[in-house]
T-cell receptor
Framework: AQTVTQSQPEMSVQEAETVTLSCTYDTSESDYYLFWYKQPPSRQMILVIRQEAYKQQNATENRFSVNFQKAAKSFSLKISDSQLGDAAMYFCAYDGGATNKLIFGTGTLLAVQP | EPEVTQTPSHQVTQMGQEVILRCVPISNHLYFYWYRQILGQKVEFLVS????????KSEIFDDQFSVERPDGSNFTLKIRSTKLEDSAMYFCASSVGPGLAGNYEQYFGPGTRLTVT
């Protein structure tokens, strides 16, 4: 069965600095999607970025980028120029396609210090 | 921008009562999902739904749960006899296609907070 692990329950970053959130996963599939979702205190789930496993190029969305290491089954999120509005819970998620469901990690609570 | 909507935002019910959580997926989406998040825990998949039938369900989705698309716009989750441990945030999501079929993305609604007393 596929699993997603986020080993950092909490992280803190200074405003305008860069922070990296870690995620590892386990799967026997060769093709899949990986996602980072942001959940602010409102508890809305907001898609931050996604990565297709067959693409070697790391995905980037403005200040958010990923470091996807397929062989290592690692999918980290880098937030550059952190802003106060980035403070939230961040969930890594996996979708193997064949199962048509998202499998989430336990989340990393990010605090941004002014 | 189109969005998934959910009603109510907060539902309080007594143990043993039936509740129906409602969702309106994005109009051109064909795949629908329910997820659950107990406070302080991770988001867990409950069920996926396509072409008026369940595609997949988790072990959480037992006989007390059911889903329905009663008309062309609504997607509902019914919990027949609520238990204290059903207290959670319930998220509806929808997508254009499944899995690896092209531009896949699940869009989440804002959630319904269910409190069972």
């Amino acid at each position: 069965a596929q699993t997603v692990t986020q080993s950092q329950p909490e992280m803190s970053v200074q405003e305008a600095e860069t922070v990296t959130l870690s995620c590892t996963y386990d799967t026997s599939e060769s093709d899949y999607y990986l996602f980072w979702y942001k959940q602010p205190p409102s508890r809305q789930m907001i898609l931050v970025i996604r990565q297709e496993a067959y693409k070697q190029q790391n995905a980037t969305e403005n200040r958010f980028s990923v470091n996807f290491q397929k062989a290592a089954k690692s999918f980290s999120l880098k937030i550059s120029d952190s802003q106060l509005g980035d403070a939230a819970m961040y969930f890594c998620a996996y979708d193997g396609g064949a199962t048509n469901k998202l499998i989430f990690g336990t989340g990393t609570l990010l605090a941004v210090q002014p | 921008e189109p969005e998934v909507t959910q009603t109510p935002s907060h539902q309080v019910t007594q143990m043993g009562q039936e509740v129906i959580l409602r969702c309106v997926p994005i109009s051109n989406h064909l795949y629908f999902y329910w997820y659950r998040q107990i406070l302080g825990q991770k988001v867990e998949f409950l069920v996926s739904f396509y072409n008026n039938e369940i595609s997949e369900k988790s072990e959480i989705f037992d006989d007390q749960f059911s889903v329905e698309r009663p008309d062309g716009s609504n997607f509902t989750l019914k919990i027949r006899s609520t238990k204290l441990e059903d207290s959670a945030m319930y998220f509806c999501a929808s997508s254009v296609g499944p899995g690896l079929a092209g531009n896949y993305e699940q869009y989440f609604g804002p959630g319904t907070r269910l409190t069972v007393t």
